[in-house]
């Protein structure tokens, strides 16, 4: 005759586990979380990268050189407004 203990001792031999839903319900957020803390970190890295990076001038010599790129822009833009605009129908 079987048991109730012969059946879960058998149970316990094949390899079954117990599971929780807790732990179930838990696994996609852990696995979220995992992903967008790698995320953030390999953003941070870049932001550092940059950061590093001597890019910009600052002082006299970039106002100056801004001031010029500005008057050039300035006067391509008078040039310009002097093209007469034709009348009519384009097509």
């Known amino acids: 005759m079987v048991t109730i203990d012969d059946i879960s001792m058998a149970a316990i031999s094949y390899g079954e586990k117990k599971f929780s839903k807790t ?7 852990q696995a979220k979380r995992k992903l967008l803390s790698g ?3 390999c953003v941070d890295a870049a932001i550092e990268k940059r950061v590093a990076e001597p890019e910009f001038q600052y002082g006299a010599e ?3 050189a801004h001031q010029q790129q500005a008057e050039k ?9 002097n093209v007469p605009v034709k009348s009519g129908k384009s097509r």
């Open 73 to 81: 822009a300035a006067d391509k833009d008078k040039a310009t407004k």
């Open 62 to 64: 970039a106002f100056e």
């Open 39 to 41: 995320i953030l970190n």
């Open 23 to 29: 732990e179930l319900i838990k696994k996609p957020f």
